[in-house]
């Protein structure tokens, strides 16, 4: 970008601030939900409705929540993977409006990531 010091004050046109439009609502939470597998993942509705996710191993978790998570301010998901006696684990919050395309792009790059433990 450059700037005219010649001329004072801020003047645009709406080509020149390349207006977008933004994918915005939650979407459908099946984009999340349909990228675990029924091998290595169990999945439990509760009385609520609300979905809850576990790897086999107990390592991973996505909890979705369609009305917000209990005792939070909207949350509608949360990844969490348990960590190692040497890494700490992790965990990310969506708000119950983020597009499940964009949590869909998380959870996919965390399950992309994964690899069987060595047998012991």
């Given amino acids: ?7 004072p ?6 080509a ?3 207006l977008r439009t933004w994918l915005l609502g939650p979407g459908q939470p099946v984009d999340v939900i349909d990228l675990f597998t029924d091998a290595d ?15 086999r191993d ?3 978790y ?5 009305d917000g998570r209990p005792g939070t301010d909207g949350e509608g998901w949360k990844l969490a993977v348990t960590g190692t006696a040497d890494v700490p684990g992790y965990c990310v919050s969506f708000h119950k409006e983020t597009p ?4 869909a792009a998380a959870v996919g790059s965390v399950l992309a990531t994964s690899v069987p433990a060595a047998p012991c």
Avoid: C, Y
């Fill in 62 to 66: 996505l909890g979705w929540f369609p």
């Fill in 16 to 18: 020149g601030l390349r």
């Fill in 41 to 55: 993942f169990k999945v439990v509705v509760d009385d609520r409705a609300d979905v809850h996710i576990n790897s």
């Fill in 58 to 60: 107990g390592r991973l």
């Fill in 100 to 103: 499940a395309a964009v949590v």
């Fill in 9 to 14: 004050g801020f003047s645009t046109t709406v």
């Fill in 1 to 7: 970008m450059t700037v005219d010091a010649a001329r």
